[in-house]
């Protein structure tokens, strides 16, 4: 029997307990805040603070960034086992490092020599091209495309759609928004957004 505990029964959750039973987990239960009822048929066994009880894998399905780390920092602090999720129709390439509690959804493609942070979000369809560095948190959604030699900086999010032309680098804590084209360099925190990509 391999069971996984998922914390955050929402629709990214349903998505990751999908990946989790594709990935030979057969027993899946959730823990949330809000929900206590079922989660994609899937039961929610109690709150966050259940965490302390838990000696199986975990993973931290929740998108918003700040909440995802911290309850990440928090496992890493008690020594858990945390998962690395990757769908069974990702591709990826050679010399690919994927850091811990980072989950890789369906048609996602991430290409040679590329680094991606623990705790991260490579969404459906989202493709990572090489000798990128993605940081920590960091949400690539739905659909989004990063050039070669792109650098993101932790909890940034690339909104769905968006692209990010190669050589190009994106500082901590950005959100790039759907459908944007980033064509030069950011370093100031923000929210960015249209073709080209300008602060809002």
Known sequence: MKKIVIIGASGHGKVVADIARLNGYDEIVFLDDVNTGKCCGYPVVGNSEAIDTINEDIFV??????VRERIFNRLEEKNKSIATLIHPNAVIGDKVNIGVGTVVMAGAIINPCTEIGKGCIINTSSSVDHDNKIGNFVHVAVGAH???TVTVGSKTW???????INNTSICSECIIGSGAV???KIDDSGTYIGVPASKK
């Open 182 to 184: 980033v064509v030069n």
């Open 158 to 164: 690339i909104g769905a759609g968006a692209t990010v």
């Open 61 to 66: 399905a929740i998108g918003n960034a700040e």
């Open 146 to 148: 990063l050039c070669g």
